[in-house]
């Protein structure tokens, strides 16, 4: 993670961030989401039925892979942040996209381009970055998303 003079974030748009580790999604973090989200269709938790799909067997929910972009952010060793940030909070995301199904056992990481930086206010400022999510081995990513995260400086 690299700090930035609020005034020298502009310097950084277009610029990669890094990427992140690979991580494993395996059928228990799988099984886990489901039970967090009460979300248990059989595509992500019963790998026999899902063994009758076109995917072969069970896939991760798209709102896990998306779900850990915090944590895989935070291992982007050309992030960038504001000089002086006191706090940093979601703000929400501009588009999602969900292009590639996430197969049990998967390795995927992400990548990240910042996009824009805005003050919204004197000492607020929203960085928005393209996040990808890619899936080891495979040549479309998992998903594509505009994430934005607002810091106080």
Do not use: C
Not at 43 to 67: M, N
Not at 73 to 98: C, L
Not at 114 to 140: F, H, M, N, R, W
Request: zero cysteines.
């Amino acid at each position: 993670m690299t700090t930035v003079a609020p005034a020298a974030l502009q310097d950084y748009v277009g610029k990669s961030m890094g990427a992140s580790d690979w991580f494993q999604i395996d059928q228990d973090r799988i099984n886990g989401f489901a039970d967090t989200t009460l979300d248990h269709q059989f595509i992500h938790v019963d790998p026999e039925r899902a063994k009758d799909t076109p995917f072969g067997g069970t896939i991760a929910h798209g709102f896990l892979t998306l779900s850990l972009l915090p944590h895989l952010q935070t291992q982007m060793s050309e992030q960038v942040v504001p000089e002086g940030t006191q706090m940093a909070m979601n703000y929400g995301f501009d588009k999602i996209r969900f292009l590639a199904p996430v197969k049990t056992g998967a390795r995927v990481r992400a990548t990240a381009v910042l996009k824009d930086v805005t003050e919204k206010k004197p000492g607020q400022l929203l960085l928005t970055a393209e996040y990808t999510v890619e899936i080891e081995g495979e040549s479309k990513p998992a998903l594509i998303a505009d994430w934005l995260v607002m810091y106080f400086v």
